[in-house]
């Protein structure tokens, strides 16, 4: 494999020194950025979108279970399939505890297209405890752009129009058969009685939340993804991996 040079201890601390001061840069950026994230206007939601959960139907409003977040992982889970999408199931996997995010007034929740006995039953096999609601029937998948199908809405998903993905090298979704879903994250505000859509983040947007790649990004090794450079640092799969 392509690894790091072997310098002498002092050498290494030179280099490093370089790098964490670019990485100090890098934290005042993202706080930057985070502050133009909460100074986003928002978008009132006045669609009565109806999900099922275990009681039953519920709405929107419902979701944030009496507080003034939410946060939805939109999970891909299209209705005939048996089981959820293995990328979505590894990020659902790495969720903690989530009484410090309810301490922020603030809930998470998944929501899927598949029907809700599928739903209930795959979060039982992975002995998950978070709320999940299928959206089946309403708008919502479509609306928030993690449904594509061009006989519901026009094409779009990270904010791209199906010409944009048609030119964009890494283009692999307007060839796949619709409708088919994908992922996504999308934030709402609740005051009063109004629901407001803040945020949504797709593609590689949700990463920040996943334990797995941010710490494989400290590594040398990195993530072991082809994209990656310096090149050359993928090794032979661990007998760990032939599990997933």
């Given at each position: 494999?392509?690894?790091?040079?072997?310098?002498?201890?002092?050498?290494?601390?030179?280099?490093?020194?370089?790098?964490?001061a670019e990485e100090k840069e890098f934290t005042k950026r993202r706080d930057a950025l985070n502050t133009r994230r909460r100074e986003l206007p928002m978008v009132l939601v006045d669609k009565p979108y109806v999900f099922t959960g275990p009681e039953g139907s519920?709405?929107?409003?419902?979701?944030?279970?009496?507080?003034?977040?939410?946060?939805?992982?939109?999970?891909?889970?299209?209705?005939?399939w048996d089981a959820g999408c293995p990328?979505?199931?590894?990020?659902?996997?790495?969720?903690?505890?989530?009484?410090?995010?309810?301490g922020t007034n603030t809930t998470f929740a998944l929501v899927s297209r598949a029907p809700y006995e599928k739903l209930a039953a795959y979060r039982a096999e992975r002995g998950w405890n978070f709320p999940w609601y299928s959206s089946s029937g309403s708008d919502f998948n479509y609306d928030y752009h993690v449904?594509?199908?061009?006989?519901?809405?026009?094409?779009?998903?990270?904010?791209?129009?199906k010409a944009e993905w048609d030119v964009h090298p890494a283009n692999g979704h307007t060839q796949t058969q619709q409708p088919f879903d994908l992922h996504g994250l999308s934030c709402f505000l609740?005051?009063?009685?109004?629901?407001?859509?803040?945020?949504?983040?797709?593609?590689?947007?949700?990463?920040?939340?996943?334990?797995?790649?941010?710490?494989?990004?400290?590594?040398?090794?990195?993530?072991?993804?082809?994209?990656?450079?310096?090149?050359?640092?993928?090794?032979?799969?661990?007998p760990e991996a032939h599990c997933h």
């Open positions: 494999m392509n690894l790091p040079d072997v310098v002498s201890r002092d050498e290494w601390l030179v280099a490093r020194k370089a790098l964490l519920v709405s929107l409003a419902d979701l944030f279970e009496g507080r003034l977040q939410l946060v939805v992982y939109h999970f891909m889970f299209q209705p005939e990328n979505c199931t590894g990020f659902v996997d790495e969720i903690g505890s989530l009484e410090y995010l309810h449904t594509l199908d061009e006989s519901v809405l026009p094409f779009e998903y990270n904010y791209r129009t609740r005051v009063d009685e109004a629901i407001h859509h803040t945020y949504s983040t797709y593609g590689r947007g949700p990463d920040a939340m996943t334990f797995t790649p941010t710490a494989l990004d400290l590594t040398a090794l990195g993530r072991q993804e082809p994209w990656e450079k310096p090149t050359g640092r993928i090794p032979q799969p661990t």
